[in-house]
């Protein structure tokens, strides 16, 4: 049944597989594995007030195209968000009711994209759920913070929608008093479909150059050599005859084709099997510009 589904898609050009599942184990025999953790972050309101200010930040209500390429430009900064169709974000914004704030210095260009929903607490005033929390730079993610803390009078805490913050320290190193409650959600896992026609799409650090012979699992569970060449950007996976220095299985190859190891101690505790420590150390630090994240689920 899961090849019959996914046969449609390798059809149209698909080379990836994203799912989000609670039967985890079910996945990865089907060779589908999960490159990051996904969290909910619950903060009191008062906690927020007390560690950050909107500075001199200017707040505007909703939506614009300015910020909708904005978030665009951003969600390039990461591996994981996707390009929507160009009806996505307003339905989303329908569909889920949610109320949308602009952060701009006074004159310049929007810097900050926050949504919210709302629904009524059960004893007394509300509660507040962030859906998008899109910030260019510190400075912005620090308003954008600092403005959710002073919902405090209607509010007493304020929650991310699982995937909702980004994985950057702006939070932990801003409050006052770490009082943070963090719940894992289903996380989302990735499967290749087409291994050297995802290699030549993924996108390279310009400024690496590198050869490292691997071995990867196939669909029957035997292993194929490949050599992996990364140059000027573009990188591409042969068949080849030497001895692979780094043996992947399928599961393996999507975590570090998203980034989700982001040391070669880490990728060592997950199981991967290297007979050359350099060039594991390489092969992890070809995909760890940019960190996994995936902020919108279905």
């Given at each position: 049944?899961?090849?019959?589904?996914?046969?449609?898609?390798?059809?149209?050009?698909?080379?990836?597989?994203?799912?989000?599942?609670?039967?985890?184990?079910?996945?990865?025999?089907?060779?589908?594995?999960?490159?990051?953790?996904?969290?909910?972050?619950?903060?009191?309101?008062?906690?927020?007030?007390?560690?950050?200010?909107?500075?001199?930040?200017?707040?505007?209500?909703?939506?614009?195209?300015?910020?909708?390429?904005?978030?665009?430009?951003?969600?390039?900064?990461?591996?994981?968000?996707?390009?929507?169709?160009a009806w996505w974000t307003r339905w989303k914004q329908a569909k889920s009711?949610?109320?949308?704030?602009?952060?701009?210095?006074?004159?310049?260009?929007?810097?900050?994209?926050?949504?919210?929903?709302?629904?009524?607490?059960?004893?007394?005033?509300?509660?507040?759920?962030?859906?998008?929390?899109?910030?260019?730079?510190?400075?912005?993610?620090a308003s954008m913070l600092g403005f959710l803390g002073r919902h405090n009078?209607?509010?007493?805490?304020?929650?991310?929608?699982?995937?909702?913050?980004?994985?950057?320290?702006?939070?932990?190193?801003?409050?006052?008093?770490?009082?943070?409650?963090?719940?894992?959600?289903?996380?989302?896992?990735?499967?290749?479909?087409?291994?050297?026609?995802?290699?030549?799409?993924r996108g390279w650090p310009s400024e690496l150059n590198t050869a490292v012979?691997?071995?990867?699992?196939?669909?029957?569970?035997?292993?194929?050599?490949?050599?992996?060449?990364?140059?000027?950007?573009?990188?591409?996976?042969?068949?080849?005859?030497?001895?692979?220095?780094?043996?992947?299985?399928?599961?393996?190859?999507?975590?570090?084709?998203?980034?989700?190891?982001?040391?070669?101690?880490?990728?060592?505790?997950?199981?991967?099997?290297?007979?050359?420590?350099?060039?594991?150390?390489?092969?992890?630090?070809?995909?760890?510009?940019?960190?996994?994240?995936?902020?919108?689920?279905?």
């Amino acid at each position: 049944m899961t090849a019959a589904r996914l046969h449609p898609l390798i059809e149209r050009g698909a080379v990836l597989s994203a799912i989000t599942t609670s039967s985890t184990g079910y996945a990865r025999r089907l060779g589908w594995e999960a490159p990051t953790d996904v969290l909910a972050w619950e903060v009191a309101t008062d906690d927020l007030k007390r560690s950050y200010i909107v500075a001199d930040f200017e707040v505007e209500h909703g939506l614009t195209d300015e910020v909708e390429t904005l978030q665009r430009d951003l969600a390039r900064q990461w591996n994981g968000p996707i390009h929507r169709p160009a009806w996505w974000t307003r339905w989303k914004q329908a569909k889920s009711d949610l109320t949308t704030y602009r952060f701009a210095l006074p004159g310049h260009p929007t810097t900050g994209l926050l949504t919210l929903a709302t629904t009524r607490h059960e004893r007394h005033g509300m509660n507040l759920l962030v859906h998008d929390f899109w910030a260019a730079n510190q400075p912005t993610a620090a308003s954008m913070l600092g403005f959710l803390g002073r919902h405090n009078t209607r509010a007493s805490t304020i929650t991310f929608r699982r995937g909702a913050l980004p994985p950057y320290p702006t939070l932990l190193h801003g409050l006052r008093h770490h009082r943070t409650t963090v719940e894992a959600w289903h996380p989302w896992m990735l499967r290749i479909l087409d291994v050297p026609e995802a290699i030549r799409l993924r996108g390279w650090p310009s400024e690496l150059n590198t050869a490292v012979p691997v071995e990867i699992e196939n669909e029957t569970g035997s292993w194929d050599r490949w050599m992996l060449q990364v140059k000027d950007g573009a990188a591409e996976v042969a068949p080849s005859s030497m001895e692979g220095q780094v043996a992947l299985t399928r599961r393996q190859l999507a975590v570090w084709y998203a980034g989700g190891y982001r040391s070669a101690t880490s990728a060592r505790m997950a199981g991967v099997h290297a007979i050359s420590e350099e060039a594991l150390t390489i092969l992890v630090r070809s995909t760890t510009d940019l960190e996994p994240w995936l902020p919108d689920h279905f």
